[in-house]
């Protein structure tokens, strides 16, 4: 009895010390997270090729809809999407004349033609519609596809079971990459965020949660195209260790959210 004792001494007290770790490395490393701005990401490219600077959240509203589409290295799948996209939008401006709106392409530091693609879009609608910011570096973008096999599976299982206990609970599809924000409602969650990568979404839906910001699930129709850039069993990792450092990290203080200043 005495030395089953030992053993569960022993054992509590490697979780409590395991514990004290990982709080150290999510407070520590939580300023580590890089989001400046490299100068050039500053302008987008008019339809004739000059540079002008990005509008800002913070800036007065001009338009009724942004519509901002992450790419990395899609200039196959682009253009499907961007058709689809751009003819309902005009559709809606035809019928609904005071309607505006903006497609922001966000070049994710991709390899392949995605900034020309894109810029192809740029000069067939102009630029006040169809801008296109091409990020210096990759930094990665949240969103899940769905996985087919066993394994994948359990994953996918194993990573809404981390998301329901971590961070955001009453929200079935976290991943899902079609997401309509109000503009405070954007101005708020986006000013206070910090992941960049896969598990982006849920630290959004946390930070609205916290804000008491509503969050609805509305169905809507899908087509996946295949292509994605999501690598199944890193991603799925990637994003566990995320989800832990976004509950660590807020909870010690490490993580603060912010008070964006109003716009009119």
Known sequence: MDCLCEIIQCL???AVAALIVVLLIAHLTAGMVDLKRHEKEK?????AGEKEPFPSLHDPSSLEMSVVVPAYNEELRMPVMMEEALEYLENRRK???LFTYEVIVVNDGSKDKTTEVALQYTR???ADKVRVLTLVKNRGKGGAV????????????GFHFLVWFFCVRGIKDTQCGFKLFTREAALKTFSSLHVERW?????LLYIAQCFKIPVAEVAVNWTE????KLVPVWSWLQMGRDLLFIRLRYITGAWKLESPRKTD
């Open 12 to 14: 509590v007290a490697l």
């Open 43 to 47: 302008f987008f490219l008019t339809a």
């Open 95 to 97: 019928q609904q004349p």
């Open 124 to 126: 067939q609608f102009g």
């Open 146 to 157: 769905r996985m087919r096999s066993l394994f994948r599976t359990f994953l996918m299982y």
């Open 199 to 203: 598990a982006f979404d849920v630290e």
């Open 225 to 228: 195209i295949e292509g994605s």
